[in-house]
C-alpha cells in the first residue's frame, strides 16, 4: 500500500460559494492522508494525529509554509496549438486560417505529436492542472500521442480527434464517414483505460456539415459516458457565419441541438453572445460552459456574462484555450477573469473564483464525485502553492489577514513559481 500524510494549511470548496456562504472549508492545520492515492482522511491534524502509529508519525510531511488545494481543472484547450501560442494580430476566424490551421496540419506525423504532447503535459503538471478537456487535431495519431503521454503520469485527461469537413484546407480536413469511423476506433481503444476518457470533438458548426454533426449525435448516443467538446459563440463574425451557413437554425446552439449533442456531459467553450433561449437550452440540457478568459481578450472575441450565465443555472468551468489563450496557469486565467468581470460590474470572490478552477470544473466535467475536493474517498489530485514564490508575493502576503486575503493576492499575483508542488494520484510530479 502506498501512503502520504502531509500537514499543513488547507482550503477547498464543498459547494458552490455564491451560493453558501458554509462553501469553502478551510483548515488553518491539517492533515491529509492518502492511501493508495485517494484521500483516505482528511481533516484537523490534532484530531487525526491519535489515529497514527508511531511509523505513519515519523513519515509526516511538515508543509506548513504552504496551502494544499484541490489540483486545477482546465475545461478547455488546444495541445497541438501549444507551438502557437502568442501569435499576433487577428481575431478568430483569421487566426484559424492564418496560424491554427497550418500548425495542426503537422501532427499527422506520430513523432511530431508525441514531441508536443510531452511539452504539454509537462506545462499542464508544471502549472497545477492535473485534469483538462482537450483538443487535439483531425488526426488520430494526434490522440494517440496525447493520451500515452498523459498515462505515463496517471493523469485524468479527456481528449479527442477533431471532427471537420469543410472550410478548411484539405490536410486538415476529414469525412463525415471516415471522423465517425476514426473516432468510434479511438473510443473503443481508449475510453476509460486507467482514467482517460473520449469526448466526441466537432470542432465549431462552420467547420462540419450537417451530416457529420449527426455523426457526432451517433457517437454519442452509441458509447455511454462519453464527452462532447465543441466551441459556440465565440465571435461575432462566426456568429453571422453560422447564420448563413445554416439558414433553418433557430440559433447557433439550435445547430448542435438538432444533432443531439447537448447533455450533462458536453461542454461548449466560450458561449459568449448568447440569446436567451440558448442560455435556457444549456440549462435545461444540464450542458456546461467553459469560460476563457485570457483567449477571450487576447483574440477579441468578447466579455463573458458570467452572471447572467449563473442566473440561468449554468454549469461553468475555466479553460485556458492554449493557444488563443495566453497562460497555461489557472491562477493567471483566474487573474483575467476578474478584470473582465470588473468590466461587467461584477466583484466575483476569490472563493466563487477558487470554485471554478477546482469542484466547479470538476461538475462541469460531471466528475465532482472523484475530483475537486478533499472529500473521503476522492482522487488525490494536489497542490501545494507557495505564498513566498517571488520576493513581492512574499512582502505582500506578509500582509494579508486570513485565507480569503491569501486567497486573492495568489489569484492576482501568481503564476507558475507559485505551485510548489503538482500531485496525481497522491504521486508528486
Ligand atoms: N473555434 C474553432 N476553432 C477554434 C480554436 O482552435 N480556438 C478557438 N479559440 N476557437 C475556435
Ligand atoms: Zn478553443
Not at 437554425?249 to 448542435?256: G, H, R, S
Amino acid at each position: 500500500m502506498s501512503e502520504r500524510l502531509i500537514r499543513g494549511p488547507l482550503l477547498h470548496c464543498l459547494g458552490e460559494p455564491d451560493k453558501d456562504e458554509a462553501a469553502v472549508d478551510y483548515q488553518p492545520d491539517a492533515l491529509l492522508w492518502v492511501q493508495n492515492g485517494l484521500v483516505h482522511k482528511m481533516g484537523n491534524y490534532e484530531s487525526i494525529v491519535k489515529e497514527l502509529s508511531p511509523t505513519q508519525l515519523s513519515k509526516v510531511e511538515d508543509c506548513s509554509q504552504y496551502l494544499m488545494v484541490p489540483g486545477f481543472v482546465d475545461c478547455h484547450i488546444h495541445y497541438p496549438q501549444t507551438e502557437m501560442i502568442a501569435a499576433y494580430g487577428t481575431q478568430l476566424l483569421e487566426w484559424l486560417n492564418s496560424y491554427t490551421f497550418p500548425v495542426e496540419s503537422g501532427f499527422k506525423d506520430p513523432a511530431k505529436a508525441a514531441a508536443v504532447s510531452k511539452v504539454f503535459i509537462d506545462q499542464l503538471l508544471n502549472n497545477g492542472t492535473t485534469t483538462a478537456l482537450v483538443f487535439c487535431t483531425v488526426h488520430p495519431e494526434s490522440v494517440d500521442a496525447l493520451f500515452t503521454e498523459a498515462q505515463k503520469h496517471n493523469m485524468r485527461l479527456i481528449a479527442g480527434k477533431v471532427m471537420m469537413d469543410r472550410n478548411a484546407p484539405d490536410n486538415v480536413l476529414d469525412t463525415a464517414q471516415t471522423s465517425y469511423h476514426q473516432s468510434k476506433q479511438l473510443i473503443d481503444r481508449w475510453h476509460g483505460v486507467g482514467r482517460l476518457q473520449y469526448a466526441v470533438t466537432p470542432r465549431f458548426a462552420p467547420t462540419s456539415t450537417d451530416e457529420q454533426l449527426a455523426a457526432a449525435g451517433r457517437l454519442l448516443a452509441e458509447h455511454e459516458g462519453v464527452y462532447l467538446h465543441t466551441h459556440l459563440s465565440e465571435n461575432v463574425d462566426e456568429i453571422e457565419w453560422v447564420k448563413a451557413l445554416f439558414p433553418k437554425a433557430k440559433n447557433y446552439l439550435d445547430v448542435y441541438d438538432q444533432a443531439g449533442l447537448l447533455g450533462k456531459r458536453s461542454v461548449f467553450a466560450h458561449s459568449i453572445h448568447l440569446c436567451d433561449s440558448e442560455c435556457e437550452r444549456l440549462a435545461e440540457t444540464d450542458s456546461a460552459v467553459a469560460h476563457c478568459p485570457t483567449s477571450n481578450m487576447f483574440i477579441g472575441s468578447g466579455l463573458f456574462p458570467m452572471q447572467r450565465l449563473q442566473d440561468h443555472g449554468i454549469k461553468i468551468g475555466m479553460g485556458t484555450d492554449i493557444g488563443g489563450g495566453t497562460s497555461f496557469n489557472m491562477l493567471q486565467t483566474l487573474a483575467d477573469c476578474y478584470k473582465m468581470q470588473q468590466l461587467k460590474g461584477n466583484n466575483l470572490s476569490p472563493e466563487q473564483s477558487f470554485y471554478l478552477a477546482t469542484l466547479g470544473g470538476a461538475k462541469a466535467l460531471d466528475m465532482d464525485d472523484k475530483i475537486g475536493s478533499f472529500a473521503g474517498g476522492k482522487e488525490a489530485d494536489f497542490l501545494l502553492l507557495d505564498p513566498n514564490a517571488t520576493d513581492l508575493l512574499k512582502f505582500r502576503t506578509s500582509h494579508c489577514e486570513g485565507w480569503r486575503d491569501l486567497l486573492f493576492v495568489l489569484q492576482t499575483l501568481g503564476d507558475d513559481r507559485v505551485i510548489a508542488q503538482t500531485n496525481v494520484m497522491g504521486v508528486a510530479h
